[in-house]
Structures are given as C-alpha cells and as structure tokens.
C-alpha cells in the first residue's frame, strides 16, 4: 500500500510559477513510475507529465510541454512538478499517482495507476 499526499497549489497570476510535491509512504517508491494529471471542474482527468523509476524517462502532456517539468528524489520518497508560464487553461485539481509497475513504459493513462493522491489545487487568473 502507498499513500500518496500532494501540497503546493494555490492562486497565481498567469504568467507565474509553482512547484507541487507528492510525497509517498513506503520503501518501495524507488521502484514506482510517477504521474502527475489533472483535473477541471465538467472536465475528465486528463495526463500531464510521468517519470519511470529512475528518472531517466519522463512523458509530458503536449499542452504542458516545455512549460512544466517532473522530478523525483528517491531518497526523498518524493516526486515534483515544476510549473512554469502557468495560464488561466492550467486551473485544476492535480493529483499525483503511483504505478507499481515501474519496468514498464510511462502511462498517459489513468487506468495505468495503482495509487492515488487527494489532489492539489492550482487556481490561474488572468
């Protein structure tokens, strides 16, 4: 079992920055790829970024491409993603998830994810 708890959103200008953490309980999270999705009011969740186990493989959304970055701090139990240039279009619930099979390619999709994070809000005015 992994729990997952995200922190860092908030209200920022367009234009600005944040930076979202998932820290994970667990000895296994080393061997876990990560994701981070997103979700607006009316909308479905949608995929944003992912990281295999190691950190040497990660997918982005081609909407957040460029603008956003996922990290990991094995060490840290913990995966990041950096946001940058955020816009209006980016205001959403993001949840970070665990996939427990990390020898497999990074999942776009939700049903790829074990375990799940309440979720942080990130809310862009223009």
């Known amino acids: 079992q992994v729990q997952l708890v995200e922190s860092g959103g908030g209200l920022v200008q367009a234009g600005g920055s944040l930076r979202l953490s998932c820290a994970a309980s667990?000895?296994?999270?080393?061997?876990?790829?990560m994701g981070w999705f997103r979700q607006a009011p009316g909308k479905e969740r949608e995929f944003v970024a992912a990281i295999n186990w190691s950190g040497g493989t990660t997918r982005y959304a081609d909407s957040v491409k460029a603008r956003f970055t996922i990290s990991r701090d094995n060490a840290k139990n913990t995966v990041y993603l950096q946001m940058n240039s955020l816009k209006p279009e980016d205001t959403a619930l993001y949840y970070c998830?665990?996939?427990?099979?990390?020898?497999?390619?990074?999942?776009?999709?939700?049903?790829?994810?074990?375990?799940w994070g309440q979720g942080t809000q990130v809310t862009v005015s223009s």
């Open positions: 667990g000895r296994t999270f080393s061997m876990y790829s």
């Open positions: 998830a665990a996939d427990h099979n990390g020898n497999r390619p990074v999942m776009r999709s939700p049903q790829g994810y074990d375990y």
